[in-house]
């Protein structure tokens, strides 16, 4: 053992002897009000008490949560449509199939439309 240790032991004991002495001198009044102090501390330790924090903590994280859920879907972007081209008059005749020969030939027409018009 440390002396450390020891002294600290020593110190508890001598201590401890003073107490007890001196817990000897009382007269029976103060005994019994000690005793009866001793008794009531230790039924009330041993009552669960209500945590006062419980209640408001469990409010404001409700309300939290509540106002999350109801600011969500205002903060998430509503997805922007993708821009459609604009559709020739005569789509109907393209999309029934008379005309297939005017896909196959795409390129052809797309180079007729970007030269310069002759007069």
């Known amino acids: 053992m440390a002396e450390h240790d020891r002294d600290d032991e020593t110190w508890t004991q001598r201590i401890r002897s ?3 002495t ?3 001198d009382l ?3 103060t ?5 009866q102090a001793r008794q009531q501390a230790l039924q009330t330790a041993a009552k ?3 945590r006062a924090w419980m209640w408001p903590t ?3 994280t409700a309300f939290s949560l509540a106002l999350a859920v109801a600011i969500w879907p205002r903060l998430v972007p509503e997805p922007v449509p993708a821009p459609t081209a ?8 393209l999309a029934e199939g008379a005309a297939i020969e ?11 439309d970007a030269q310069p018009a002759s007069g």
């Open 27 to 29: 007269d029976a009044a």
């Open 86 to 93: 604009a559709l020739p008059d005569d789509f109907p005749m």
């Open 22 to 24: 001196s817990a000897r």
């Open 18 to 20: 003073e107490l007890e």
């Open 48 to 50: 669960p008490r209500p």
């Open 102 to 112: 005017l896909y196959e030939e795409l390129d052809f027409y797309a180079w007729l």
């Open 58 to 60: 469990t409010l404001a």
């Open 31 to 35: 005994l019994s009000r000690l005793n």
